[in-house]
């Protein structure tokens, strides 16, 4: 058992003051030891502000320290790499989707973490939203019977800069990943194959990096299942999130969270959903790391697993593919390709 816990967190990103925030304010017991940025000033700030004792430019510098685990919150394609030297310096892992973009690296910094023993934990947070985690209990429960449409909505309410489109098909590797995710748990059977139709309506620009803003994906899951999610970097109103599952049954939605109606003599004035994902998925972000500290506690598997983390990004890489293509892709012979490329 352990009676402490000390963390570094690498990057000091949007996400990773999110995750300190998290640990500092609802983890009684667990401290952040360790920040790391290739950014000095970044560092030394992000330090000064969440009262981090030690600071470096260096990723070695925190896999050789008394840390128990790291929070890797750096650009996906390092991911892999800082898995592997965080497993073989005997670290617990907890990594922000996605686990990375080439399949061989990831599966190397899987076996990594399977030697090592130590726990690698994905950041797909909204598996850990009430709402979400309140549907899926209610389709394992046989509520609605077997699930037999999946329908997912999940649109920003802007598109990042034209600088921080760092990949080709950064929707489906950076976005949609988090709603494949969802449609996997939600569903609880794994996609089939899958078709996009993807266009840049909001910045045509996007195009010349590879890039697009608005996306619709069909999903053909393995027990027949059917699923549409739908993407967009253009939610004037707000940070949309929803889904609807249809079963044999019933039906389970989820709805946005919105702040309190405004009534009055000049009628109800409905309100727009959160602003973004910080607010949106607070709470989720609060329950993942509880649980990443758990597994490591109790000595017991990650819930989100790597192999979860792996799976996601075929499939994140898979759509891609399609929008590139305009063709279907059948998931067991992009795997296997993906494997040989």
Sequence with gaps: MIASL?????????????????????????????????????ASAFAEEFNIPHLAGSYDAVFESAVDAVIICTPAPSHPSLIAKAAQAGKHIFCEKPIGYELEEIDNAMVYAKNAGTVLFIGFNRRFDPHFQAAHEAIQRGDIGKPEIIRITSRDPRAPSTENLTSTGAIFLETMIHDLDMARFLVGDEVKSLYVASEALINPSFKESGNVDTAIATLRFRNGALGTIDNSWRATYGYDQRAEILGSNGMYSVENITLPED???????????????????????????KEFVRCIIDGSPATVTAEDGRTATILALAARESCMTGASVDLSNFEAALKHA
């Design 6 to 42: 000390k963390i570094g967190i690498i990057g000091t990103g949007k996400i990773a003051r999110i995750h300190a925030k998290t640990v500092k304010e609802t983890l009684p017991g667990v401290s952040i030891d360790w920040v790391v940025s290739k950014s000095d000033e970044r």
């Design 263 to 289: 009534k009055g003599k000049e009628g109800i004035h409905g309100p727009l959903p959160l602003a973004f994902f910080p607010e949106r998925y607070r709470e989720s972000y609060q329950v993942e790391l």
